[in-house]
């Protein structure tokens, strides 16, 4: 068992503390652009416009993140209004995220002049990373973990963090509390594990079936995304306690699991459908040739 409870702020320059979470969003996006710059340059696409729009989709998937999260804990955020927008933040919904990120990109590279599926192809497998590096920020803030565990790597969870299922003896309002030394799944690990899974499995597709064998046409391992991370949060949620926002009993992060899976394998399949009907529609998704290095000219 890992008895092990960080700290959520790493560090303080005066009042303003710094937390874990915080550093852990960073990472994440520096471990998705080293990853976008190398599979750009790998496929013979423009890396100039990486950086500019990695900060416009990060803030558009930062304020889409909050606002889910919000929405989700609205019970919570409702008598602490000013804790929506002011700091510490403590939590960010990648559904939200996901939407305004979406968004952002197609408006970025319509305006850019760039293939939205070409790109779409390199960016699945680098925001899985992001989501995978990210994860360890609900670590360092004592979230996002199941029900008690006799498991090995069950994490402690200290009282003030835990959701009202698993309160400790002597919380106000506790019916059946769970002992202070009680452990827990780590969820946030799994689905950092199986996020870095997706990763391998989507690169691997590009380089064995979209840029060589030609089974699969550009856009498709975008599109998997949706129905990858889809089904591993619909699996893991079924873990997860002490939501707020619920439709039909069910919570929403497993519907809308549900329905991304499901929207990504019709979007695959329609398209290759499309491009049978229309081949000059398909947008060319191959490795670039190399370059010929120029001789130097005979003495």
């Not at 990486?50 to 900060?55: C, S």
């Not at 197609?106 to 925001?127: H, Q, T």
Request: charged share 15%; net charge neutral.
């Amino acid at each position: 068992m890992i008895n092990f409870t960080p700290n959520p702020v790493a560090f303080a320059f005066g009042p303003i503390d710094v937390r874990w979470y915080g550093i852990a969003y960073v990472a994440a996006i520096a471990g998705g652009a080293w990853l976008a710059y190398r599979l750009a340059a790998r496929r013979g696409e423009r890396t100039d416009i990486i950086a500019d729009g990695l900060i416009i989709i990060a803030i558009a998937a930062l304020i889409g993140g909050r606002a889910y999260h919000v929405i989700d804990q609205w019970a919570y955020y409702r008598d602490h209004l000013a804790q929506i927008v002011l700091p510490p933040y403590s939590g960010l919904g990648i559904y939200g995220g996901l939407v305004t990120g979406l968004v952002a990109t197609v408006w970025y590279v319509r305006r850019k002049g760039v293939s939205f599926w070409r790109w779409a192809d390199i960016m699945a497998p680098c925001i899985l990373l992001a989501q995978a590096v990210g994860r360890w920020g609900n670590f360092m803030n004592q979230e996002l973990y199941g029900p008690p565990t006799n498991l090995p790597w069950g994490i402690a969870i200290e009282c003030q963090y835990r959701v009202s299922e698993f309160h400790c003896p002597g919380w106000p309002g506790t019916a059946a509390p769970t002992p202070v030394d009680a452990h827990f799944i780590p969820l946030f690990f799994y689905e950092s594990m199986l996020s870095l899974i997706g990763v391998a499995v989507m690169l691997l597709l590009w380089q064995r079936f979209t840029a060589h064998r030609r089974i699969l046409i550009a856009g498709d391992v975008g599109l998997l995304y949706f129905t990858w991370y889809g089904l591993e949060r619909t699996f893991l949620e079924t873990f997860r306690f002490g939501y707020n926002w619920t439709f039909f009993g069910i919570p929403t992060a497993q519907v809308v699991g549900v329905g991304a899976a499901i929207a990504g394998i019709a979007a695959i399949l329609f398209r290759h459908w499309w491009v049978r009907g229309h081949p000059d529609k398909e947008e060319a998704s191959v490795m670039p040739e190399p370059a010929e290095q120029s001789q130097p000219a005979a003495a």
